[in-house]
């Protein structure tokens, strides 16, 4: 099978960029393209999901065990001929400044991918041969396949980068980039603009024009055809199952209600797979738009994304809301993380000044920071029995965010979640009768039995509540 990983010397230098425009020109050329993103990342997938047309998984070995990112990518890559993986950071960096643990590095050992590097090469020119010089000899064990310059001013720029790099490098060039403005996705705090938020006709037709354009640039400036003698040794007959919980033999199916619109659109697509295994039907719906949720649902499940940023549209869809409220007053069961947790308080400071009311279902109040408050990955142990699991179970995840509790309210809490740079715990995962919301952005295959406890939490509530029908 055809698969690379895209890596970069740095954060910024473009690596979006490459996978993005090689993912559109396999497609264009006929080949069925799995994507993939290292780390912990929500938007860069929403694009590769966009422009390859199958759903973008993350790798992860912080938060995932090496059989379990096996599992992931075998499973991903059924059916596909080609994956392409975008790492994240640059190459060697990862949870720490002496092992490679979490890198892309990692990643690309791990799993046997070749590695492509980009590098940003906008006012540079012999110095670029000695930054791949250092990526060829700090890790011997990790042979870089091929480069591809980015941001190259022109065709005799290209020339000069070239002839440095063959005079002192073994790494051969597989293509490079000019500076193309018509190809940059815009930036705001949590990264790239999602593509969910792509919702006008004429959106989509400038994203459509965008990687027609990212197409023709990877025919034009990248070796195609030596990028595509690239491959891993993947077997896609069977994944493995050795991190998989069968559900319970003959259990009705559940009905969860999941919310995605442009104001949530951050999952792991594995933690909704997970959740399907265990006999779940999941049921989009939009906080936003919809003035109703799905019938005879068991749960709801809100993720992460931009609720800031529609929070009037999100405050002025009241029938929704009392939606949700009678949902929770009825016992349903809720999990939410980040923005869904913000989605669930009474109300959220913009950093614009205002205020909007929301669900109230968390006796929480919120406020934008517009600076960044918990950041990094964390090891969650539950304290209490919850939703997700057992008292002393333990899951690992990440936070990102850019907002704080500003009320002081008491809440119960079911986490005890520790920062893994910093070492420091917090007493976190909120509890409201049956309502369990965090920061938290947690990896359900890195414990598959917390999609268990949830299945089998609301067969449990539809049991109850058959025997007092």
């Given at each position: 099978m055809?698969?690379?990983l895209v890596?970069g010397?740095?954060?910024?230098?473009?690596?979006?960029?490459?996978?993005?425009a090689?993912?559109?020109?396999?497609?264009?050329?006929?080949?069925?393209?799995?994507?993939?993103?290292g780390?912990?990342d929500?938007?860069?997938?929403?694009?590769?999901?966009r422009?390859a047309?199958?759903?973008?998984?993350?790798?992860d070995?912080?938060?995932?065990?090496?059989e379990?990112?096996?599992?992931?990518?075998r499973?991903?890559?059924?059916?596909?001929?080609?994956?392409v993986?975008?790492g994240?950071m640059?190459?060697?960096?990862?949870?720490?400044?002496?092992?490679?643990t979490?890198?892309?590095a990692?990643?690309a050992?791990?799993l046997k991918l070749?590695?492509?590097?980009?590098?940003?090469?906008a006012?540079?020119?012999r110095?670029?041969?000695?930054?791949?010089l250092?990526?060829e000899?700090?890790?011997?064990?990790l042979p870089?396949?091929?480069?591809?310059?980015n941001r190259?001013?022109?065709e005799?720029?290209?020339?000069l980068?070239?002839?440095?790099?063959?005079?002192r490098?073994?790494t051969?060039?597989?293509g490079?980039l000019p500076?193309e403005p018509?190809?940059?996705?815009?930036?705001?705090?949590l990264?790239?603009h999602?593509?969910?938020?792509?919702?006008?006709?004429?959106?989509?037709?400038?994203?459509?024009q965008?990687i027609?354009?990212?197409?023709?640039l990877?025919?034009?400036?990248f070796h195609v055809d030596?990028?595509?003698?690239?491959d891993?040794?993947l077997?896609?007959?069977?994944a493995?199952?050795a991190n998989?919980?069968p559900p319970t033999?003959?259990?009705?199916?559940?009905?969860?209600?999941?919310?995605?619109?442009r104001?949530?659109?951050?999952?792991y697509?594995d933690?909704l797979?997970l959740?399907r295994?265990q006999?779940?039907e999941i049921?989009p719906f939009s906080?936003?738009a919809d003035?109703e949720?799905p019938?005879?649902l068991d749960a709801?499940?809100?993720?992460?994304g931009?609720p800031?940023?529609?929070?009037?549209?999100?405050s002025?869809?009241r029938?929704?809301?009392d939606?949700?409220?009678?949902f929770v007053?009825s016992?349903?069961?809720?999990y939410?993380?980040?923005g869904?947790?913000?989605?669930?308080?009474?109300?959220?400071?913009?950093s614009d000044?205002?205020?909007?009311?929301l669900?109230?279902i968390?006796?929480?109040?919120?406020?934008?920071t517009?600076k960044?408050?918990?950041f990094g990955?964390?090891?969650?142990?539950?304290t209490?029995?919850?939703?997700?699991?057992?008292k002393?179970?333990?899951?690992?995840?990440?936070s990102f965010h850019y907002?704080?509790?500003?009320?002081?309210?008491?809440?119960a809490?079911?986490?005890?979640?520790?920062?893994s740079l910093?070492?420091r715990?917090q007493?976190e995962?909120?509890?409201?009768?049956?309502v369990?919301?965090?920061?938290?952005h947690?990896?359900?295959?890195?414990?598959?039995a917390v999609a268990?406890n949830?299945?089998?939490?609301l067969?449990?509530?539809?049991?109850?509540?058959a025997v007092?029908?």
């Open positions: 055809i698969g690379l890596a010397t740095a954060s910024g230098v473009g690596k979006t960029t490459v996978a993005l090689l993912m559109a020109c396999l497609r264009r050329r006929g080949y069925v393209v799995q994507p993939c993103k780390g912990p929500f938007l860069d997938t929403t694009h590769h999901t422009i047309g199958r759903t973008a998984r993350n790798l070995t912080w938060m995932l065990s090496e379990a990112n096996r599992d992931v990518l499973r991903a890559a059924a059916g596909a001929d080609a994956v993986v975008e994240m640059g190459l060697f960096d990862g949870k720490d400044g002496v092992t490679e979490g890198s892309s990692e990643i050992k791990m070749p590695v492509l590097l980009v590098l940003d090469c006012k540079s020119a110095s670029v041969a000695a930054m791949v250092g990526f000899s700090f890790d011997p064990g870089l396949a091929g480069l591809v310059l190259v001013a022109s005799s720029h290209y020339r980068l070239a002839f440095a790099i063959h005079a490098c073994k051969p060039i597989l490079w500076r018509k190809i940059s996705i815009p930036e705001r705090h990264g790239l999602a593509a969910a938020e792509i919702t006008s006709p004429l959106d989509a037709v400038r994203l459509d965008e027609d354009t990212l197409a023709n990877a025919e034009k400036h030596a990028i595509l003698q690239l891993c040794p077997d896609t007959t069977s493995s199952s998989a919980i033999d003959g259990a009705a199916r559940l009905r969860i209600g999941v919310a995605r619109d104001a949530f659109s951050f999952y697509e933690n797979d959740l295994e006999g779940a049921l906080p936003m003035q949720l019938a005879e709801l499940y809100f993720g992460g931009y800031e940023l529609y929070a009037r549209e999100l002025q869809n029938p929704m809301l939606k949700i409220r009678a007053r016992g349903g069961h809720v939410a993380e980040c869904g947790l913000l989605y669930l308080s009474q109300r959220l400071s913009t000044g205002r205020v909007y009311p669900a109230g968390m006796p929480l109040a919120m406020e934008m517009g960044l408050v918990d990955y964390v090891t969650v142990t539950f209490q029995d919850c939703l997700l699991g057992r002393g179970a333990s899951i690992r995840g990440h907002s704080r509790i500003c009320s002081t309210s008491q809440v809490t079911s986490y005890q979640v520790e920062f910093s070492g715990q007493q995962g909120y509890t409201c009768g049956n369990l919301a965090s920061y938290v947690l990896h359900f295959r890195a414990n598959p268990q949830f299945a089998a939490a067969r449990g509530a539809r049991q109850r509540d007092t029908a």
